[in-house]
């Protein structure tokens, strides 16, 4: 066999034949020791010959001992060259398959150190770069962009010159759940222009910056069409007229936590003159962080007037229920029945007890009924009533008698104003806090009032505004010993007198006028049984259930 290298020409059988002569297997064995005990030695001379020639004999072999050694170290290292030749052509394949190969051996380590973490950075399976797409760098750019839409929005819309909402706010009372307040700038009209000129210049006008209150923002509302939540019954409470003082308590817990204004009008007087006679009962009330509502029967003029003042959070909180869904003059219920069914904190009647043509009836901002026929001489159906109009935020407007109007006319009324539900009795006897009640039977054109018998002593019913979502109603029932009897003048001037009213509006009195709390009739309602009704208005509690 014949093995060639670049620095070697080897054959193999010569180097073996060659081991196998100079090394005979039969010399492997140990040649035997002499005895020299009791024998005769030979001559000097003859063993000194025989040892010199087994010493050159034993040099010539160790000669060869060296000599072979060197050559199977030659073979032994040209096997090893060879191995590691293969090795290498194997890593170089690898080298070319595997571009992170890494050949260690002749990169500093360094180097190494820094292409594997180069490698580590670029790799494909970085959970922030898949299929070459460099999501890090999206990210980067992303985050550049909005912080620079943030710097340009802030350079054009913070007024540096504005004072801070949070230094206005008043403190929270503990007895219940903070509510929450911000600020709000009023300008007054004759000054508009200067303050336009002031915001162009980013620089608050004197009057602006001086006129600036805390407004009552509500935690909750109620979705139109969604049942109203339960009243909690720990929040019902009852006074007897005798500490009619502890009710203030109440409303100044009410003020605590900005459900009522510092400065608003209450009509609650505990130093009123309250009925303790036939028909008595405890002043009753109900409050949470949303509503505030107080009953009490008071003597005016020697009548028992009912009076239920509520104050509510939200103006979706004033709410009015039609029977059944459907206004008809057979579809019809009690009045206590309604109340439970809709989870009112207070329900008051509404207009007519029974269903009719006239007037308009607007449900669920929906215009259901608009009669356009003639009611009588220049009247129609749908105009010889004053109409009151309840918006989404719980403020009345009016449409007056003998206004005209046509339906679609209505419609974008409706819409423009934000009509939620509609009230058509009247008439309207108190507007902007001054007494517009004028049908004077002496006038020239005097044509009487369509409902209510106004000219005639009669039990009467009502309700108004005193405030933004702060309203009155008042119910005067015949009794027995105090026979409340009064023309819808004397309603419209006593009421009046009260000085509380921002408008007043007169509902059906008489037996249908009613009033409910906590699921029970307050007010003494005339031949002592209640009468059917289409529909009502009630009062509701924002807080959800349960909490």
Not at 133 to 144: A, G, T
Not at 283 to 291: N, S, V
Request: glycine share 6%; charged share 25%; aromatic share 10%.
């Amino acid at each position: 066999m014949y093995m060639e290298n670049n620095n070697y020409n080897i054959n193999i059988d010569d180097i073996m034949s060659e081991f196998s002569t100079t090394f005979p297997q039969s010399s492997q064995e140990k040649p035997k020791q002499q005895s020299v005990s009791g024998r005769e030695v030979k001559s000097s001379n003859a063993a000194y010959s025989e040892n010199k020639a087994k010493n050159a004999a034993s040099s010539s072999k160790r000669a060869s001992d060296s000599e072979l050694s060197k050559m199977w170290d030659e073979v032994s290292s040209y096997e090893r060259r060879k191995k590691t030749e293969q090795k290498t052509m194997r890593q170089g394949t690898v080298k070319e398959k595997n571009s992170d190969y890494i050949d260690t051996r002749a990169v500093p380590e360094k180097k190494v150190r820094e292409k594997r973490r180069t490698d580590n950075t670029d790799n494909d399976r970085s959970p922030m770069k898949t299929r070459g797409v460099d999501y890090k760098r999206i990210l980067s750019v992303v985050f550049s962009l909005g912080l620079i839409i943030c710097l340009v929005w802030g350079l054009f819309n913070i007024n540096p010159y504005k004072s801070s909402s949070s230094s206005s706010q008043k403190p929270v009372a503990t007895p219940v759940a903070a509510a929450v307040q911000t600020t709000q700038t009023t300008v007054p009209a004759d000054t508009a222009a200067q303050n336009e000129t002031a915001e162009s210049s980013d620089v608050p006008s004197d009057e602006e910056a001086s006129v600036e209150e805390v407004v009552y923002t509500p935690k909750y509302t109620l979705a139109e069409g969604q049942m109203a939540p339960k009243p909690n019954s720990s929040c019902y409470g009852q006074v007897s007229v005798n500490d009619a003082s502890k009710v203030l308590e109440v409303i100044q817990q009410a003020r605590d936590i900005g459900l009522l204004k510092e400065d608003e009008t209450i009509a609650f007087n505990p130093s009123a003159q309250f009925n303790t006679g036939s028909y008595y009962q405890d002043i009753m009330y109900y409050f949470d962080e949303t509503i505030l509502t107080i009953c009490w029967k008071e003597i005016i003029e020697g009548s028992t007037v009912t009076f239920c003042e509520t104050k509510i959070a939200d103006g979706s909180q004033i709410r009015m229920e039609v029977y059944g869904d459907i206004y008809d003059e057979n579809d019809n219920s009690y009045l206590q029945q309604m109340a439970l069914a809709n989870n009112s904190v207070v329900a008051m009647n509404s207009d007519k007890c029974k269903a009719r043509g006239d007037g308009i009836l607007v449900y669920e901002r929906t215009l259901y009924k608009y009669n356009e026929n003639t009611y009588a001489g220049a009247l129609k159906r749908y105009n010889c009533l004053d109409n009151c109009l309840v918006k989404g935020n719980g403020d009345f407007i009016f449409t007056k008698r003998l206004e005209e109007m046509t339906t679609d006319e209505m419609n974008q009324f409706i819409a423009d104003n934000d009509v939620i539900f509609s009230i058509s009795f009247g008439p309207l006897l108190i507007e902007n806090g001054e007494m517009v009640y004028g049908y004077n039977p002496g006038d020239d054109n005097y044509i009487e009032y369509a409902f209510g018998e106004t000219e005639k002593p009669y039990s009467r019913c009502g309700m108004g505004q005193i405030d933004e979502r702060h309203y009155l109603y008042c119910s005067l029932n015949h009794s027995d010993e105090q026979e409340a009897r009064w023309t819808m003048r004397d309603f419209a001037n006593h009421m009046y007198a009260k000085g509380v009213f921002k408008n007043f509006y007169a509902l059906d009195g008489g037996q249908t006028a009613e009033l409910v709390i906590n699921d029970t009739i307050y007010n003494h309602i005339d031949y002592g049984a209640e009468r059917y009704t289409s529909n009502c208005i009630y009062f509701a509690t924002a807080i959800p259930d349960g909490g």
